[in-house]
């Protein structure tokens, strides 16, 4: 089993910029890949970013070139840097790991840019 604490949301006005961090505890030996999505009001989760163990990334279309994925060392950590946040950015955000066959995610945690 593996759980996930995901931090760093909040509120921001547009242009600004924001942090995410999500670590993982339990199972976490055996970790492969680790992403965010995000689910906006009354639309369906979507891919944001996802690191693969190897340091391969892939982002949506929307978010290239402002937003950037990356892991801390002890690998059990994944970050979301995001910049120049525009309110279509506004959602909840949500962390996903892969280990093995499986896959777990966090509880989400809100940002909210406007002005």
């Known amino acids: 089993q593996v759980q996930l604490v995901e931090s760093g949301g909040g509120f921001v006005q547009p242009g600004g910029s924001l942090r995410l961090s999500c670590a993982a505890s339990?199972?976490?030996?055996?970790?492969?890949?680790m992403g965010w999505y995000r689910q906006a009001p009354g639309k369906e989760r979507e891919l944001v970013a996802v690191?693969?163990?190897?340091?391969?990334?892939n982002y949506a279309d929307s978010v290239k070139g402002r937003f950037t994925i990356s892991r801390g060392n002890a690998k059990n950590t994944v970050y979301l840097q995001m910049n120049s946040l525009k309110p279509e950015d506004t959602a909840v955000y949500y962390c996903?790991?892969?280990?093995?066959?499986?896959?777990?995610w966090g509880k989400g945690t809100l940002v909210t840019v406007s002005s």
């Open positions: 996903r790991v892969w280990v093995g066959t499986m896959d777990y």
């Open positions: 339990g199972i976490i030996s055996s970790i492969n890949d």
């Open positions: 690191m693969a163990t190897y340091g391969i990334t």
